[in-house]
């Protein structure tokens, strides 16, 4: 039984000349316990695709089932009871509100559950300890690092005990330090039986997932579950080449990677190669981390 | 990283700031509102105990004679606690009435008001601001008002040249407190100061003159100075006790037989006059209430505005509001509450506010204004509606927004 099962699922902006095609039927199922990446350039539609998944948005056309219960035409009462039981949301910008302390930041999906403000506190609190950062209860969102900002974001999206974690990239503000706690978290809330769906521009990061999800141009031009064996490895072989420290590399990395997926253009496949044929020291250890890891 | 915090802190402090900053002005149409509804009633409310009060100080069973032009006249001029309605007198009674009034059946005592004009000097000084009246030795049982210092003018003093004075003839004709024995002039005769009254209570807007600028004698020198010419404008006449209607109709059948059959005069009974003056004062009171409440009204639509500007301002956190699971329902009651509490805020301290310039007035005028209980509650009842009304339009935009693009605005 497939947690999120997702059908010929498009999503239109605009309409007449203006209109973009930010999801072209999209087929994607995803089982309960799974730890997923999903990547590709910006402007492929990852976002568009995590709020659909996380009934922030409705699909234009397409069926889309959570828990075996079709939610792709809610009514926005219902989308929103399920937002807050089942569903648990990490922005690339925490999205916290500045006027309340990370306590009350954490504790507001409970509000909107209806407990009392001293159970909701309390649970609040539990959160910020298992995220580490129990010390900053009391401290506004501006006087948080980003780490702990985000780290205050995920005990809020964990407050409710969701099924499924989205994360739109979630790293996508904080520097690489960070960024590895930010995923050691998330690995570990996946331990405890989550399912997490989380955007990356960074492949590095991919090493946490159980499996990768390529976009590009509002498809799925590549899933590691459906498509197992050599394409997967070239990709991953690309990314692992290049060093990774900054924004900048990490795009650099996904475009050599875009480049090393079997394309429309076959003129691309034999760049792809080349890149591919300089490995580096460092992809050995990364992979084999993954292969440690399943 | 030190002075990072602190730069923090501050932002946060000021953004605190500016949030207050703009709920006061939301709720300033509402404080305005609910102060001057208040405030209206309360004035009107204090005038009218204020001329109750006096007509219960002079005694309800006062009868006041008048001449005939006021008597078709409506409730204002022919308000009659008023024992001076300069404004509307164009006839004036005889000391030929004065007897009669004064030796009809049942009458207890009776005293005529007769003013006389001319300038008053004394030692050099000219006092303008005042008024001559001719009366007799009943006025200060009539008026309940008694004498302070010396005695009023008795029986004895029929013909002689002597005056009571109010208190403030007292100090800016004499310049003293207690001028017993000072002489002024008047129309070329010298008078001497007998006694000085207790200070008369004052009514505000009312058209009372205010006693205490009179100079009063003995009403045969008044109407003697002016050559028969002074006007009486007025008789007070007291009855016994509880026979008010019966006197005054005697009183008015023998003023007819000594006017030949005429009815160029009106009898009032005391507290009758004031109902009217009482309707005329509610009627306004209601009406200036009334505008006031457009106010309250006005105050609504500002509301309304102010928390349209901030709901687009705060479209970001709604979003993340619905993001964690808010329904639209639970949005919209966030913002309906917000919008209440401001509005009613603004009662609350609009009610302060007309506490504080009760008092104000209170020590600052003449004005004793009276706030009433029931006016407050509904002040606060319709602060309460305008805040519901009007913060749901606002707050419906808010709660119907789509969860993404109000994620998506900043
Ligand atoms: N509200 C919108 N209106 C119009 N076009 C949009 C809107 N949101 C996204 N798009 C378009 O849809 C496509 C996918 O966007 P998005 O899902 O945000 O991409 P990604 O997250 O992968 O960078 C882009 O071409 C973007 O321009
Ligand atoms: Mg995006």
Known sequence: MALIELKDVSKLYGFGDATTLALDEVNLTIEKGEFVAVMGPSGCGKSTLMNVIGLLDRPSHGTYSLSDKAVARLRPNNAAKIRRDTIGFIFQSFNLLPRLTALENVALPLTYKGLSVQKRLKRASQMLDRVGIQSREYFLPSQLSGGQAQCAAIARALVNNPKLIIADEPTGNLDSESSRLVMELLADIHKMGNTILFVTHNPELTRYATRVVYMHDGSIIHDEKTTIGRVAITARRALY????????DDLAGVSSLMKALPSKTPKRKKRASKVAAKPVKRHKKVIAARSKKS | MKSLTRGHLKAGVSSVRSAKLRSFWTMLGIIIGVTSVIMVVAIGEGI????????????KDLITVRPAQLHGSTGLSSNGANLLSGLNISGSLSEKDVTTVSRSKGVTASAPLTITTGSIKSEG??????????????????????????????????????????????????????????????????????????????????????????????????????????????????AND?????????????????????????????????????????????????????????????????????????????????????????????????????????????????????????????????????????????????????GSVPALKAARKDPIEALRSE
Request: charged share 15%; no cysteine; net charge negative.
């Open chain 2, 242 to 390: 509880g026979q008010t209607a019966q006197v005054a109709s005697s009183i008015e059948s023998a003023l007819k037989k000594s006017h030949g059959g005429q009815t160029n005069f009106s009898v009032v009974e005391g507290n009758k006059g004031v109902g009217s003056s009482d309707d005329i004062l509610n009627l306004l009171t209601r009406l200036i209430a009334g505008v006031a409440a457009i106010s309250l009204l006005v105050g609504g639509i500002g509301i309304m505005n102010v928390m349209l500007v901030s709901v687009a301002e705060r479209m970001h956190e709604i979003g993340i509001r619905k993001a964690v699971g808010a329904t639209n329902r639970q949005i919209l009651s966030q913002f309906m509450i917000e919008a209440t509490v401001l509005s009613l805020a603004g009662g609350v301290i609009g009610i302060a506010l007309s506490f504080f310039l009760n008092l104000m007035l209170r020590l600052t005028t003449d004005l004793k204004p009276v706030i009433s209980w029931p006016v407050v509650i509904i002040a606060t009842g319709v602060s309460l509606l305008v805040g519901i009304i009007f």
């Open chain 1, 241 to 248: 080449s290049q060093p990774q420290t900054n924004e900048e």
């Open chain 2, 48 to 59: 009218k105990q204020q001329i109750s009060g006096q007509i219960h100080h002079m005694g």
């Open chain 2, 125 to 238: 000084v000219t006092y303008d601001k005042g008024f001559v009246i001719g009366t007799s030795e009943d006025l200060p049982s009539l008026l309940n008002q008694s004498v302070e210092f010396g005695a009023f003018i008795t029986y004895n003093d029929v013909g002689s040249n002597v005056a009571v004075v109010g208190q403030k003839v007292a100090r800016d004709l004499f310049n003293e407190d207690v001028p017993l024995g000072r002489s002024f002039t008047f129309q070329g005769q010298k008078f001497i100061v007998r006694g000085i009254f207790n200070k008369f209570n004052t009514t505000p807007l009312s058209e009372q003159a205010d006693f205490n600028n009179a100079i009063f004698i003995p009403n045969d020198v008044a109407e003697s100075i002016s050559k028969n010419t002074a006007p009486t404008y007025e008789i007070l006449v007291k």
